[in-house]
């Protein structure tokens, strides 16, 4: 069974700062997904970015990249010039490639607050 | 936007009785997942929906059931209701060519 650790219950940050948020995962899979998911409190789930496994390069949305460690089954967000939009929570997730399997397990959040 | 809704937005039942949730996925999107997020928690894996049949579930008995319509528009339906199944319930659609999954905002369902 795949399991997604997320060690930082919550974190803040003064806007403008750059943050990171940790993620580790257990899995004996070889292919696999990995996203981040922001949830304000607004409840909807939105996309941040994604990974696949089997790309070595680190993948980058604007202002959001990510740190992925596949030897280390790590994959940490890191947040340049936080905005105050941003507060949220933040949930990282891991979905095999497997017809039939693909359900996403998530961890159980960082609550990230900007402070202005 | 993700092009995925849900309703009701709100639901309040009692113990016991059966309730139906709807999601509308986007177009061209013939895969669906149901997940279950407990207050504090991250969302849980119910069932997936690929071409109107269940091909994957997680750990949920099976009083949680659901279905899948041509249309792109699934249900999700919960019999027996307990307390514990107070919680926000989210569909997620994808195509299957894919493997992003994208959202609705949920149904808060509270059972008392």
């Known amino acids: 069974a795949q399991t997604v650790t997320q060690s930082q219950p919550e974190m803040s940050v003064q806007e403008a700062e750059t943050v990171t948020l940790s993620c580790t995962y257990d899995?004996?899979?070889?292919?696999?997904?990995l996203f981040w998911y922001k949830q304000p409190p607004s409840r909807q789930m939105i996309l941040v970015i994604r990974q696949e496994a089997y790309k070595q390069q680190n993948a980058t949305e604007n202002r959001f990249s990510v740190n992925f460690q596949k030897a280390a089954k790590s994959f940490s967000l890191k947040i340049s010039d936080s905005q105050l939009g941003d507060t949220a929570m933040y949930f990282c997730?891991?979905?095999?490639?497997?017809?039939?399997?693909?359900?996403?397990?998530f961890g159980t959040g960082t609550r990230l607050t900007i402070i202005p | 936007e993700t092009g995925v809704t849900q309703s009701p937005t709100h639901l309040i039942k009692t113990r016991g009785q059966q309730v139906t949730l709807r999601c509308s996925s986007q177009s061209g999107h013939n895969t669906v997942s149901w997940y279950q997020q407990a207050l504090g928690q991250g969302p849980q894996f119910i069932f997936q929906y690929y071409r109107e049949e269940e091909n994957g579930r997680g750990n949920f008995p099976p009083r949680f059931s659901g279905l899948q319509f041509p249309n792109y528009s699934s249900e999700l339906n919960v019999n027996a209701l307990e307390l514990d199944d107070s919680a926000l319930y989210l569909c997620a659609s994808r195509n299957p060519q894919q493997e992003t999954q994208y959202f609705g905002p949920g149904t808060r369902l509270l059972v008392l």
């Open positions: 899995t004996s899979e070889s292919n696999y997904y």
């Open positions: 997730a891991f979905m095999i490639s497997n017809f039939g399997n693909e359900k996403l397990t």
